[in-house]
């Protein structure tokens, strides 16, 4: 699809307001390891997440920057960078390595009818690296570990609890959030990176049969532990079993 540009930003509380062609594009900091990503397309707000049980709100230890083709969220362990010439959200750590980009043109809220209601499909595509594996997605049966290469439905059935989180290898995660039918999509083709990247990337995605908007929230750690972690701020932690349970 065609890349959108930023038509106009502007700073709120939590972080950035930007205006696109086919809607808006709000990132929030919600911590200093975590950055909400939300497109809609209108002003209508959109519905109470039935995953997030702290909402992003109140986190302000973070620095907008501006350059003449990016604007940046940059908190004390990560970047959030937009381009504005295509809309597209790239995560960095400090020291400026990248972890994971949009592909430029790869987000999208196409108009359907989903029994009866009238709703939008939701899909982001990623440009993964090729080297690095994903994991996470709840408790499937496929026997999979890694999930590169292939394509997941993600839908509660009586042996498969379904949890819409990814965690990367290469030290992040995401929480997609949307309740519906949702699909893992890795694409088999490669492409060559940019020029600064000495690896190629494997472009893949997240799409979801009904939804308001594209609503995810980047993690990052680098430890794996870290990234649960930043999780949990937000969905909240499990209780433990009562004792006798145990």
Not at 55 to 63: D, I, K, L, V
Not at 95 to 111: D, F, I, K, N
Not at 208 to 219: I, K, P
Not at 220 to 231: C, F, H, M
Request: net charge neutral; proline share 7%.
């Amino acid at each position: 699809g065609a890349s959108p540009p930023v038509l106009g930003c502007e700073p709120v509380a939590d972080g950035l307001l930007a205006k696109l062609a086919n809607g808006r594009l709000r990132l929030s900091v919600c911590s200093a390891r975590s950055v909400r990503v939300l497109f809609t397309p209108g002003d209508r707000p959109v519905a109470r997440s039935l995953a997030v049980a702290r909402p992003c709100a109140g986190y302000h230890e973070f620095t907008v920057r501006a350059t003449a083709s990016t604007l940046s969220l940059v908190t004390g362990q990560m970047e959030a960078r937009l381009d504005r010439a295509t809309g597209a959200v790239a995560f960095f750590d400090v020291a400026g390595r990248p972890l994971l980009s949009e592909s430029p043109g790869g987000r999208s809220l196409v108009p359907a009818q989903v029994l009866g209601q009238q709703t939008h499909h939701a899909q982001q595509c990623f440009d993964w690296a090729s080297d690095e594996g994903l994991y996470g997605l709840g408790a499937q049966q496929s026997g999979l570990v890694n999930y590169r290469g292939h394509d997941v439905l993600l839908v509660q059935e009586n042996t498969v609890d379904v949890v819409p989180v990814l965690v990367s290898s290469r030290g992040y995660g995401i929480l997609w959030d949307n309740a519906s039918e949702t699909r893992l999509r890795d694409a088999a083709a490669s492409r060559p990176a940019g020029p600064s990247s000495a690896s190629s990337v494997r472009p893949g995605a997240l799409w979801s049969q009904m939804a308001e908007a594209v609503d995810y929230t980047f993690f990052y750690g680098p430890s794996l532990d870290e990234v649960v972690a930043a999780y949990r701020q937000l969905t909240g932690s499990a209780p433990l079993y009562p004792r006798w349970a145990y």
